[in-house]
């Protein structure tokens, strides 16, 4: 697995209230960064991806 990346939404205050991701070329894992030794969820990279794109879409907004 990649480098864990925490969002670029976590300011100053929030940054032990969000994810983090770790990406290789077909899955992804997500932590939370509170307790980031703990379990881990894993996600196939397409489906991940799909996940994103529904976040994005008007539809959700």
């Avoid at 969000?18 to 992804?28: D, P």
């Amino acid at each position: 697995m990649g480098n864990w990346r925490r969002s670029s939404y976590s300011g100053e205050g929030d940054g032990n209230n969000c994810v983090e991701i770790a990406a290789s070329s077909t899955h992804v894992a997500v932590r939370d960064s509170k307790a980031p030794n703990r379990a881990t969820l894993g996600f196939p990279m397409g489906a991940f991806t799909h996940f994103l794109e529904a976040l994005k879409s008007p539809a959700r907004r």
